[in-house]
Structures are given as C-alpha cells and as structure tokens.
C-alpha cells in the first residue's frame, strides 16, 4: 500500500519561499508520475508540478519559472520548491502517485497524501 506524507508547508510573506516535501513509502512501478496539486477553499484541486520516472517536468501555466519538482529515489521523497510566492498561492497541497501519463491531471491519481497548508500574506 502506498503511504504518503507531505510537510513543509507555512505561513509566508508574498515573494518568500517554502519547500515541500513528501516522504513516499510502499510505492514499486517502475512507470509514474508523482505530482504535487492544491486546492483552495471552494475551489477545485488543480495539478501544480509532477514529475515522471524518466525526469520530465509538467507545471501548471500560473506557477512556471518559480516553482521547481524533483524527486530523490534513494531516500523516496518528492519535493516542491516554491519561490517567490504569491498571496493566490495559498491552498492546501497535495501529493500523489499515479500512472506514468498522468502529470499534473489530478483525475488519474489515486494515491495521496493529508495535505500540508501554504499561506501566502500580502
């Protein structure tokens, strides 16, 4: 069973930065995606960042050029570099595992972590 725990997430002040990590556990393919999404109150979730088995990146349009993924296989966690944060960045972020096509398309993972909150003051 795949087990994922997220943290690192804080209160910031607009064009601060955070990273987040998720610590993976019980996770084999050796085909994936591993993503990291957010949802805002009364919002939908939506995919920030993923990252594939190969190394290939997706990012959301609203976070490129701030935001970076990576993952270390050899410890299985997956991390979120966030910089330069926004007030609009603001959420609770997820991680997830899911097929290797997948990317930031939320609807194909079935995986996730309890989520950690970013706040973002302006």
């Known amino acids: 069973q795949v087990q994922l725990v997220e943290s690192g997430g804080g209160s910031v002040q607009a064009g601060g930065s955070l990273r987040l990590s998720c610590t993976i556990s019980?996770?084999?393919?050796?085909?994936?995606?591993m993503g990291w999404f957010r949802q805002a109150p009364g919002k939908e979730r939506e995919g920030v960042a993923a990252?594939?088995?190969?190394?290939?990146?997706d990012f959301a349009d609203s976070v490129a050029g701030r935001f970076t993924i990576s993952l270390d296989n050899a410890k299985n966690i997956l991390y979120l570099q966030m910089n330069n944060l926004k007030p609009e960045d603001t959420a609770m972020y997820y991680c997830?595992?899911?097929?290797?096509?997948?990317?930031?398309?939320?609807?194909?993972?079935?995986?996730w972590g309890q989520g950690t909150q970013v706040t973002v003051s302006s």
């Open positions: 997830a595992v899911g097929p290797h096509f997948a990317y930031t398309d939320h609807r194909w993972y079935k995986n």
């Open positions: 019980g996770h084999t393919d050796s085909r994936y995606c």
């Open positions: 990252i594939d088995d190969a190394g290939n990146t």
